[in-house]
């Protein structure tokens, strides 16, 4: 049974940082394709990060440079370092999986991903 645990959520003011964590289980890390939605009140859901089974990432153009996305496969989990922070990324953050090998930022928006936790809240004050 696929399982998604996010943490790291909170409230930081504008420019801060925060670091969040999916613990994964009933699957491999290294054979599955690994992302971060978000949504915020009264808009639609948005890929933010995403990474292949071998690494590879990919970013929405709102994040680039200051989203970081990693994961250890060794314990499973799944990381979003998001620096420089704005009010706009203010959103529920959910952490997903999805058998695919390769997955794109576009697929996550059109498809989405077979799996998905519960989230964390981020609040971003100005």
């Known amino acids: 049974q696929v399982q998604l645990v996010e943490s790291g959520g909170g409230s930081v003011q504008a420019g801060g940082s925060l670091r969040l964590s999916c613990q994964a289980s009933?699957?491999?890390?290294?054979?599955?394709?690994m992302g971060w939605f978000r949504q915020a009140p009264g808009k639609e859901r948005e890929g933010v990060a995403c990474?292949?089974?071998?690494?590879?990432?990919g970013y929405a153009d709102s994040v680039k440079g200051r989203f970081t996305i990693s994961k250890d496969n060794a314990k499973n989990t799944l990381y979003l370092q998001m620096n420089s922070l704005k009010p706009e990324d203010t959103a529920m953050y959910y952490c997903a999986a999805d058998p695919s090998a390769r997955i794109t930022i576009a697929a996550m928006d059109i498809y989405g991903m077979d799996y998905r936790g519960k989230g964390t809240l981020v609040t971003i004050s100005s």
């Open positions: 009933g699957f491999a890390s290294t054979s599955y394709s």
């Open positions: 990474i292949d089974f071998d690494g590879r990432a």
